[in-house]
């Protein structure tokens, strides 16, 4: 075996760790296994151990080294960070485009390039011929803080740049830029750890990577498993495009973003933007948009900078799903069991891409948690098709004579009550208010009850204007020559309508109980009835005890149940439903639940939309395995699923502690 010195042996550990960093990290893929690295790395760091003088400061092992730091020293950019400005619409862009085509020859070149526009926290590099010499935050973009010991942790920061056949020499003074972050799966685990340490979880992963980039103790950074992306090269290496950019820091051994595209024109760049916002959701990090510059070096440099912005850039951002608008006044709106709920009117605002003017305020106390007033400026959130919530209200811009928010003492003619133990204010004669009466029809109509093609809220208020209808089982008796008359309604469409409303005469039991709009009835507590008794006779005849003691029913609900099939008018309109051929098809019951079933005991709740299957067939595919379903969260929920978009279930389960699981994890557990 020919004798090799701790020098050679040193050297060609380090190249040899170093080529598989770039693989892993740049390319990635292996060659080798984690652990078999990790015995090269193990090997080296017991040499340099033996022979602490020929350790380097681009060693692998010097990742992680040195005392904590007792602060960070101040460094001036010797070319500014800029920061980017922002366009939230295709209008925006072309407008800047029209900005810079003004500042440009006519014959000037004016193609783009795209890429990623990752959430994290940007930093410079140095390089000095080919060592990693300093690396520092942005600041204020002209000084910002020396953090070279906390990015040396990070492992997709080469500390030597790579030695290529397509480079004929490292440059003497290298720097490049490039983002900071965390991985949504490091971020899960992080906390993961944190929930299980009863400790305050991270809000979101951007908030950690720019926190550790801050620790004096770089061996705190190193455990935050953090990555880098590189996004420009500062040093002019004869570069004549950013593309190239691109090309020549993946050659020195850096990652950059994958998703990136050259493009022609700006509709090139929308077509882009489109999607990566239909795949952002699938990507490994957190992104907010897309940058978006001139792909041309030497346009980008004759436009130059006006402020702290390169006008040759825009971040093209993806539809916020928070906005600040202010609260023109709050109203009151009855729903179909009775409850008032107060709803803000916004000024309008476009909100993840939607133009909203309301938002839900639930009750009075959460008016009261908010303390939000007519005339205050608000945070509002919008996630998915839901109405919108106010998260903060910002009491600094409040008006002088802005007044606190009072619940009407009377509605529609009767005295507002609100119940021991209830959040809610309702009326307690629903049954004598025509408002109610109204939004029982638009229910009784609704997606998950009888789900009746064209007969939305608008056609039902023509049809109570025209006294077509009084009650739900009045849209079984209307016929063509009722609706034929009415306006925008000619033939073809009155016969379409008549034919919808026709074919829904035979319902699901479960979507029948729901329809009927029962107080505290939700479509799941719908299906444990339906489970339970079968048939719409059987459920009448129940007593009150024995809806009781179903379970998922209880007491709250058992009563409400129990009283509606016992009000005349309630049982009038049944047996009026019947006279028109309207009928539930029965429920095949349900035997008692196996203890052993895999998910027998447990309760889940589900927000988000999920991309692998329905929000109907995940739930069925929970009953089939023996858990239920519950449409609100609690301390007695077992698990909350959280798709993309998730609402406000997901931060009442993360304030009660309640365990998430996201799509992949729910899977596994359907399996």
Not at 49 to 76: C, E, N, Y
Not at 272 to 293: A, H, M, N
Not at 455 to 479: C, M, S
Not at 505 to 528: C, M, N, Q, S, W
Request: hydrophobic share 40%; net charge positive.
């Amino acid at each position: 075996m020919p004798h090799q010195t701790p020098e050679q042996r040193i050297k060609e550990l380090r190249t040899e760790i170093n080529h598989h960093r770039y693989l892993y990290h740049v390319l990635n893929r292996q060659e080798i296994s984690d652990a078999a690295l990790d015995s090269l790395k193990h090997e080296l760091a017991q040499l340099e151990q033996r022979h602490p003088h020929l350790i380097t400061p681009d060693s692998p092992t010097q990742r992680v080294a040195g005392k904590p730091l007792a602060g960070f020293f101040k460094v001036r950019h010797e070319t500014p960070m800029l920061s980017l400005a922002d366009a939230f619409s295709e209008q925006e862009l072309n407008e800047w485009e029209a900005r810079i085509r003004k500042l440009l020859p006519a014959s000037a070149p004016l193609d783009y390039f795209a890429e990623l526009k990752v959430d994290g926290f940007a930093v410079s590099l140095v390089y000095e011929d080919g060592v990693f010499i300093s690396g520092s935050t942005r600041g204020d973009g002209t000084v910002g803080e020396d953090v070279t010991e906390n990015l040396k942790t990070i492992d997709s920061i080469p500390l030597r740049l790579r030695e290529n056949k397509k480079v004929r020499a490292v440059p003497r003074r290298l720097e490049v830029r490039g983002e900071v972050y965390m991985t949504k799966k490091v971020f899960g685990k992080i906390n993961a750890e944190q929930k299980k340490k009863g400790l305050p979880l991270f809000a979101n992963p951007r908030n950690i990577a720019a926190g550790s980039m801050r620790q004096l103790d770089p061996a705190m950074t190193a455990s935050r498993k953090l990555d880098f992306l590189c996004w420009q090269l500062v040093t002019d290496l004869g570069q004549k495009t950013h593309e190239e950019e691109h090309l020549i820091a993946r050659i020195f051994g850096f990652k950059t973003v994958e998703i990136a595209e050259r493009c022609k024109n700006t509709d090139a760049v929308m077509a882009f933007w489109k999607r990566v916002l239909d795949e952002r959701e699938k990507l490994p990090f957190l992104i907010d948009g897309i940058v978006v510059q001139t792909n041309s070096e030497r346009v980008f440099r004759e436009l130059g900078v006006v402020g702290k912005t390169p006008r040759a850039a825009i971040a093209l951002k993806f539809p916020a799903e928070e906005a600040t608008t202010i609260v023109e006044r709050i109203v009151v709106q009855i729903g179909r069991t009775g409850v008032l709920t107060p709803i803000a009117v916004l000024r309008p605002v476009s909100v993840a891409g939607v133009t909203v003017s309301r938002a839900t305020l639930h009750n009075l106390d959460e008016i009261r948690r908010l303390d939000v007033r007519a005339g205050d400026t608000v945070v509002i959130r919008r996630a998915g098709d839901v109405i919108p919530d106010i998260v903060h209200v910002l009491p600094k811009l409040r008006p002088r004579n802005a007044k606190k928010f009072q619940m009407p003492k009377k509605f529609c003619g009767q005295k507002v009550v609100r119940a021991a133990g209830e959040a809610a204010h309702r009326i307690k004669h629903p049954e004598q208010c025509e408002l109610v009466a109204r939004e029982r029809l638009y229910h009784f109509v609704s997606k998950n009850a009888f789900d009746i093609s064209g007969l939305g809220p608008k056609i039902i208020d023509r049809l109570l204007e025209e006294g077509l209808v009084q009650d739900a089982a009045d849209f079984f008796a209307l016929t063509e020559g009722d609706i034929q008359p009415l306006e925008r309604f000619a033939e073809k469409s009155s016969k379409n309508l008549i034919t919808a409303i026709q074919k829904k005469k035979a319902i699901d039991f479960p979507r029948f109980i729901y329809a009927l709009g029962i107080l505290h009835v939700g479509e799941e507590t719908a299906i444990d009835l339906a489970a339970r008794f079968g048939t719409l006779e059987a459920l009448r005849s129940a007593g009150q005890e024995e809806l009781e003691q179903i379970p998922h029913v209880g007491p709250v609900v058992g009563r409400s149940v129990f009283a509606w099939f016992r009000n005349p008018q309630n049982r009038a309109l049944l047996e009026k439903m019947a006279k028109v051929g309207v009928h539930s098809r029965p429920h095949h019951k349900e035997p008692l639940a196996d203890r052993n079933a895999p998910l027998a005991g447990l309760t889940f709740v589900l927000t988000g939309t999920l991309s692998q299957l329905s929000r109907d067939q995940a739930k069925q595919r929970i009953r089939e395995l023996g858990g239920t379903i519950s449409e609100s969260v609690s301390k007695k929920t077992s698990f909350v699923v959280a798709g993309k978009e998730p609402g406000s279930k997901l931060d009442k389960a993360q304030t009660l502690k309640v365990t998430i699981l996201n799509e992949k994890q729910f899977l596994k557990k359907i399996k």
